[in-house]
C-alpha cells in the first residue's frame, strides 16, 4: 500500500525549534515530490514548498521561504519540516502529499501533523 | 501569484441534487487545475487532476471541467457521505495556490 506516515503531535513554546517527518512507502520515495502544506484552524490550505528526494531539489513558496526548511533524507525515505524558532501564528495542522505521476495531482497525502505554538 | 476565486464559500442542497462549484483563476493557467475533498478531521483527497479527469477509484458522480480561467466542479447526485469541505488548486505556476474552499451541507 502507498502511504505517507507522518509524526505525531506536538506542543511547543514560541522560540523553540521543531523538526517533523512524513515516511513513505510502497512506492519509490526517490521518484515523485513530496509537498509540504498548512492548514491553521478553522482555515483553508496553503502550500508550502515542494522537494524531490531523488536530488533534494527543493522550492519555496514566498510567504514561507526563510520560516522554514524543507529537506529529505532519502535513505530512510522520509522528508522533513522543520523551524528554528516557532511562533504562535505557527499553530496549524501539516499536511505531506506525494504529487502523482506525471504531476497529476496530490495522490497521497499523510495524515497531518498537529503542531500547537503556545506558552 | 495567481488567486483562485472559489465560490459559493457554503452551500446547503439535498440528497440527490445537482452541486456545482467553481473557481476563477487570477489568470490564464489552461488546464492546471485539481479539486479536492476534505472531511472534517481528515487530509484532503484528490477527486479531479487537470481540470476535468477522475482520479483513481473516485465516484464518477464527480466531475470538473473549464480552462483558461474558469473552472467548474460538479456533483450530479448529492450522496451523504459527500458532506465535506471542497478545494479547487491551481498548480500551473509556482506558487501554488487553492481556492478558499466550498462546504457543502445536507438540507
Known amino acids: 500500500e502507498v502511504q505517507l506516515v507522518q509524526s505525531g503531535a506536538e506542543v511547543k513554546k514560541p522560540g523553540k525549534s521543531l523538526k517533523i517527518s512524513c515516511k513513505g512507502s510502497g512506492y519509490i520515495f526517490t521518484n515523485f515530490w513530496i509537498n509540504w502544506l498548512r492548514q491553521r484552524p478553522g482555515e483553508g490550505l496553503e502550500w508550502m514548498g515542494i522537494i524531490y528526494p531523488g536530488d533534494s531539489d527543493t522550492t519555496y513558496n514566498p510567504s514561507f521561504q526563510g520560516q522554514v526548511t524543507i529537506s529529505v533524507d532519502k535513505s530512510i525515505g522520509t522528508a522533513y519540516l522543520q523551524w528554528s524558532s516557532l511562533k504562535a501564528s505557527d499553530t496549524a495542522i501539516y499536511f505531506c502529499a506525494r504529487t502523482g505521476p506525471g504531476g497529476y495531482g496530490m495522490d497521497v497525502w499523510g495524515q497531518g501533523t498537529t503542531v500547537t505554538v503556545s506558552s | 501569484d495567481i488567486q483562485m476565486i472559489q465560490s459559493p464559500s457554503s452551500l446547503s442542497a439535498s440528497v440527490g441534487d445537482r452541486v456545482t462549484i467553481t473557481c476563477q483563476a487570477s489568470?490564464?493557467?489552461?488546464?492546471?487545475v485539481d479539486w479536492y475533498q476534505q472531511k472534517p478531521g481528515k487530509a484532503p483527497n484528490l477527486l479531479i487532476y487537470d481540470a476535468s479527469n477522475l482520479a483513481t477509484g473516485v465516484p464518477s458522480r464527480f466531475s470538473g471541467g473549464g480552462s483558461g480561467t474558469d473552472f467548474s466542479f460538479t456533483i450530479t447526485t448529492l450522496q451523504p457521505e459527500d458532506i465535506a469541505t471542497y478545494y479547487c488548486q491551481q498548480n500551473g505556476n509556482l506558487p501554488f495556490t487553492f481556492g478558499g474552499g466550498t462546504k457543502v451541507e445536507i438540507k
Open positions: 489568470q490564464d493557467i489552461s488546464n492546471s
